[in-house]
């Protein structure tokens, strides 16, 4: 199966999001993982779904400016790049 380029929106479940992109590289494709509509919340869970990126060489990139501090900030037309870019789009 050929590489694909998959760009994880994590729009309503920030968790959720980190455990599918962190499960998606076990088929050896390239991803992305973009946290929008507002920050991560600071629970056990989210925690525990961070260390998930951590161990699958995933750095989350952010539409969300609070979070610009830690993450990468990518505006509208960086966005739009991303999905553009990318040959499949998971929205959760």
Same mark, same amino acid.
């Given at each position: ?8 929106? &994590? ?5 959720? &999001?980190?455990?599918?992109? *962190?499960?998606l ?6 991803l ?14 989210? *925690?525990?779904h &961070? ?12 539409t969300?400016?609070a979070?610009?501090?830690? /993450? &990468?900030? /990518?505006? *509208? ?7 553009? *870019?990318?040959?499949?789009?998971v929205?959760?």
């Amino acid at each position: 199966m050929a590489e694909k380029t998959i760009l994880v929106l &994590a729009r309503r479940d920030h968790g959720e &999001a980190m455990r599918v992109a *962190a499960g998606l590289t076990i088929a050896g494709h390239k991803l992305r993982l973009v946290f929008m509509t507002g920050p991560v919340a600071e629970t056990e869970a989210n *925690a525990a779904h &961070a260390e998930l990126l951590e161990l699958s060489d995933i750095v989350p990139e952010t539409t969300v400016e609070a979070m610009a501090e830690d /993450l &990468a900030l /990518l505006d *509208a037309g960086a966005l739009a790049a991303a999905i553009n *870019a990318s040959d499949i789009i998971v929205n959760l």
